[in-house]
């Protein structure tokens, strides 16, 4: 299931281990550029360094509304909200023309924080209510795009949903490079059917309808709702609730094949799922070998069982 280009991925420079930090140090993260390194073209961006502040630099905090803060430095009382959002702007121009398809921000900062970020009010009492100045202007200009931070990463879950967005995105990218028809989309929407359904079969339902009107829509138009569904829908986590009911759901494709003993095991492997006893790896690899063992194509397709390159190992420590 490997895409035909890497993942093109915007990283706060820090997590990559440049000494970009306030206190000239860094905060490398290994598996971002270890294990996910040889999959994603990764691209480092330090605002507060890129926009002038200087490596090392007074530490600043943001003070205010937490819908519209400033970015002040601590010990000298330096409004530096509009050299950051100058030079925001302008970067944002240019990550357009990168063609990024996610961020991972660094947790905590005033300009990469991306939630729960401190803004102090005016008795200097901290709310964890704001955003980094260039973390949330990002989000705002590119709102469909999968975005993270380093904390949020060290949950295996979100880790894999993060994965997840990006490798669907990519392969939604790939469809729109091409000269695509209506029965392409329909090909597509059917090889991910039940990756939809473990992540949000609402969203599924709302993508047939849509289909199923495809006819009476314009292409570009059809192609955007069809986008912002997508990526909605996979951007909800796949709890193990939804995944089981796609597990029971693969294994009425070998009511035929699988002896009563077989399916009966597969039953109590995908119980014990649900309840949070065993992790997804052993019933993916089992549902692999069947479908291998009994040549099920349309399983074969099927993005749900392979979502990415094995080598990540994301989904099967879940």
């Avoid at 993270?148 to 990006?166: G, K, S, T, W, Y």
């Amino acid at each position: 299931m490997e895409l035909g280009t890497k993942i093109k991925l915007g990283v706060s420079s820090c997590l990559l281990g440049e000494k970009t930090r306030y206190d000239g140090g860094h905060k490398w993260e290994p598996f971002i550029t270890e294990s996910w390194g040889p999959h994603l073209e990764l691209l480092p961006i330090c605002p507060e360094a890129e926009c002038g502040l200087g490596v090392p630099r007074e530490v600043m905090r943001l003070e205010g509304e937490p819908q519209a803060p400033r970015l002040f430095t601590v010990k000298t009382r330096i409004d530096h909200t509009g050299r950051m959002l100058t030079w925001t702007r302008e970067s944002l121009v240019m990550l357009e023309a990168e063609d990024l398809w996610g961020f991972i921000f660094k947790s905590g900062s005033p300009s990469c924080g991306p939630a729960r970020v401190k803004v102090y009010d005016p008795q200097g009492r901290p709310r964890k209510q704001g955003q980094g100045l260039f973390a949330g202007a990002f989000m705002t200009t590119f709102p469909l795009l999968p975005v993270a931070d380093e904390v949020r990463l060290h949950n295996p879950q979100f880790r894999d949903n993060f994965i997840e967005q990006l490798f669907t995105l990519g392969r939604w990218r790939e469809l729109l490079r091409e000269k695509w028809t209506l029965a392409d989309l329909i090909a597509f929407h059917t090889r991910h059917k039940l990756l939809l359904l473990a992540h949000s079969p609402k969203h599924y339902r709302l993508m047939g309808r849509l289909l199923a009107a495809a006819e009476e829509t314009p292409a570009q138009r059809l192609a955007a709702r069809y986008q912002a569904l997508l990526l909605a829908a996979v951007r909800l986590q796949a709890t193990p609730r939804k995944q089981a009911n796609v597990l029971q759901h693969i294994l009425r494709y070998f009511k035929k094949v699988l002896s009563a003993k077989e399916k009966q095991e597969l039953l109590e492997l995908i119980d014990s799922y649900r309840r949070g006893n065993l992790p997804l790896l052993g019933i993916l690899t089992l549902l692999n070998h069947y479908v291998r063992k009994y040549g099920s194509t349309y399983l074969q397709e099927q993005y749900f069982l392979q979502p990415h390159p094995v080598e990540l190992l994301l989904r099967f420590h879940a």
